[in-house]
């Protein structure tokens, strides 16, 4: 079983649609959760640090389940600049950190 | 402008000779790590340093060097390189606690032929 798993998609939604992605991890311990998005070729960016409250920021909502060991993104009125994909991390401890990516899930939205 | 810079973006060579990717970052962060990323394998991590002089492998540290002069460089070296390691390459580097975000320098595409 893979460390981080996520559903490699594409996710084909229209404008100002709602989508959400899904990314598991298997490692309890599991301490910080990120998501990024990354366009074709570009460097992976930073979109949103996940807490365990739950978090969002604009048309974006992260949250954490660590009963079920998964996190999630949900993308409210998605607009066509959201076309990229999104890859969740997981920082695991266990002596030193490593931040474990997940593959990402491909988001296209349709005009 | 806080930026993590990678050098050179593209290279196009040939198997077994020598090459250095460079990476450097102006935000005086601890921790630095390579990955590479290749189609429907996702990122996967090469090496990784905790703080100067400090580094450790990664999942796929198989044919790589790196070093940690400095806290603000961290070089990837191929000694050898075969066209298994042509590639997507991305140096990180982040505060140096688990639960700050890393930053990504531009990446740099290799082609090894």
């Known amino acids: 079983r893979k460390e981080v798993e996520q559903d490699p998609g594409p996710f084909n939604v229209p404008e100002g649609a709602t989508v959400a992605f899904n990314c598991t991890y298997s490692?309890?311990?599991?301490?910080?959760f990120f998501w990024y998005r990354q366009d074709c070729r570009k460097e992976p960016k930073l979109l949103m640090s996940?807490?365990?409250s739950g978090n969002e920021d604009g048309r974006f909502t992260a949250q954490l389940n660590r009963a079920s060991q998964y996190i999630s993104l949900l993308i409210r009125d998605s607009k066509l600049s959201d076309s990229a994909t999104y890859l969740c991390?997981?920082?695991?401890?266990?002596?030193?950190?490593?931040?474990?990516f997940g593959t990402g899930t491909r988001l296209k939205v349709l005009a | 402008e806080a930026q993590v810079t990678q050098n050179p973006r593209y290279l196009i060579t040939v198997t077994g000779k020598k090459l250095t990717v460079t990476c450097s970052q102006n935000m005086n962060h601890e921790y630095m790590s390579w990955y590479r990323q290749d189609p429907g394998l996702g990122l996967r991590q090469i090496y990784y340093s905790m703080n100067v002089e400090v580094t450790d492998k990664g999942d796929v540290p198989e044919g790589y060097k790196v070093s940690r002069k400095e806290k603000r460089n961290f070089p990837l070296i191929l000694e050898s390189p075969s066209p298994n390691q042509t590639s997507l390459y991305f140096c990180?580097?982040?505060?140096?606690?688990?639960?700050?975000?890393?930053?990504f320098g531009d990446g740099t595409r290799l082609s090894i032929l």
């Open positions: 991390v997981v920082v695991g401890l266990s002596g030193t950190y490593k931040y474990i």
């Open positions: 996940v807490y365990s």
């Open positions: 990180a580097s982040s505060p140096g606690t688990y639960n700050q975000p890393q930053h």
């Open positions: 490692n309890s311990a599991s301490q910080s």
